[in-house]
């Protein structure tokens, strides 16, 4: 089967082989845990306990307050010990819900589907992945069942799972496929079916060549396309993937949708199949623990709410010298000031990072090469769009395309004269977002 890909894109040392051959472990829940209520696109949750409630793991802790938003549930059983602003990866500090684990891990009776599902009406799947507090897991946490609601006029012919994994040192989508293939396959049928799409089909770049052969096999006789791609950055974002997968073409300012596809990510489909089938709703993931800097690399099941501290404990801690915490990959993650921030439902890794690993030159003037340009994937001018952007020329920059970047990193990465240019457009396209909102 050939290989296919999408214009532009990079390709990075890609760091992988620390994890990809260690299967996951499970991490045994913490004495306390800190699960933020805004852990999703979109409006926070608001807090249905209050301080010195007793929960039950699974429970829900946090209603939606809007139509894009999502719920959050207790990933231990416990005692609350307070409902208060606590800090995040964001920066920020977020209203949580602070659980004390007593230990007993009780939870909530399922209430899953089982088998019978395939016999479920569209309303009743959604409303279970919207009660389960399922969001995209590949780090953009969208809320799923959104995802799932496509207007009436625009009819969804294709479903995808992005099994790329392109982003350099994560290895735990990798693992998902490998080690719960049966999951993430009737997660897709689940998707598939609630779109009524006539196509399914899965995206997996050509350096796991296991997972591919163990999805082909799983797939086997369910209509649905196990498509290989070629190894490049970033060959896992929405547009990319269907840009390689189908030759489609989203249009500026647009939606999956707008082309008739819906993309969810590898480890949101198993999470849609555990609370259809199983009645579990998502209240921990798979994590990457990995970088020169750690003594363990490994993959863990986490509960949402446990500290990172914790989490880097269980891996021997810090080994050598630390040069930056990163909670994601490190192309689109965030570096982190505190290590004393708990991990959410989008946390795909936490890379620590030795100073020889990111040790750079200081910027300098652009030299006008267009290396930025060649490499964009969204066939943008990098350096004329940073450049607006730092000037507060917001008209030019968005002109030029700033609201379509997709803040992939690849300008920096390619950049000669190490500016920083994925900072200096996210900067442009807050503001421009800033005085759009002020107009309407």
Not at 325 to 347: C, E, F, N, R, W
């Amino acid at each position: 089967m050939k290989a296919v890909t999408f214009g532009g894109g990079i390709h990075p040392q890609y760091e992988k082989a620390r994890t990809a051959q260690l299967a996951v472990t499970p991490l045994e829940a913490p004495d306390e845990v800190v699960i933020p209520l805004s852990q999703h696109i979109g409006a926070p949750a608001k807090a249905c306990v209050e301080k010195g409630a007793e929960v039950l793991r699974g429970q829900v802790i946090g209603e939606p307050a809007g139509y894009v938003s999502s719920y959050i549930h207790a990933s231990v059983s416990g005692k609350v010990k307070d409902v208060a602003p606590a800090p995040s990866m964001s920066g920020a500090e977020v209203m949580s819900v602070i659980i004390e684990n007593d230990g007993n891990d009780q939870s909530e009776a399922p209430e899953g589907l089982g088998n019978d599902w395939t016999n479920a009406d569209v309303d009743q799947l959604k409303d279970v992945i919207y009660k389960s507090g399922i969001v995209g897991m590949g780090g953009a946490a969208f809320p799923t069942h959104v995802k799932l609601s496509p207007p009436s006029n625009k009819p969804i012919d294709a479903v995808m799972l992005n099994g790329a994994e392109c982003e350099p040192y994560l290895t735990a989508d990798h693992r998902m496929m490998l080690e719960h293939p049966d999951a993430v396959v009737t997660g897709l049928r689940i998707v598939q079916q609630i779109l009524g799409a006539k196509r399914a089909m899965i995206g997996v770049e050509q350096n796991k060549p296991d997972a591919i052969k163990t999805l082909l096999e799983v797939a086997s006789g369910k209509d649905i396309e196990i498509v290989p791609l070629k190894v490049k950055y970033p060959q896992g974002a929405e547009k990319q993937l269907i840009q390689a997968c189908l030759g489609r073409e989203v249009p500026s300012g647009g939606l999956p949708m707008d082309v008739g596809v819906v993309v969810q990510n590898v480890g949101t489909a198993a999470a849609i199949a555990d609370a259809v089938v199983r009645g579990k709703p998502l209240y921990e993931r798979v994590v990457t623990v990995t970088g020169a800097a750690i003594a363990g690399p490994a993959n863990l099941l986490v509960r949402v709410g446990t500290s990172i501290e914790t989490v880097v404990a269980a891996c021997g801690g810090v080994q050598g010298e630390l040069g930056k915490l990163i909670s994601g990959g490190p192309m689109m993650g965030l570096a982190q000031y505190t290590d004393a921030v708990p991990i959410t439902k989008g946390t795909s890794g936490i890379l620590l990072l030795s100073t020889a690993e990111v040790d750079g030159d200081p910027p300098g003037p652009c030299i006008r090469c267009g290396r930025c340009v060649r490499a964009c994937p969204m066939r943008l001018p990098p350096t004329e769009i940073a450049t607006y952007s730092e000037k507060a020329l917001l008209d030019d920059a968005e002109t030029w395309g700033v609201l379509d970047c997709i803040e992939c990193g690849s300008c920096a990465f390619e950049c000669p004269a190490h500016i920083a240019l994925v900072q200096k457009i996210r900067l442009g396209k807050v503001a421009v977002m800033a005085t759009k909102r002020k107009k309407n």
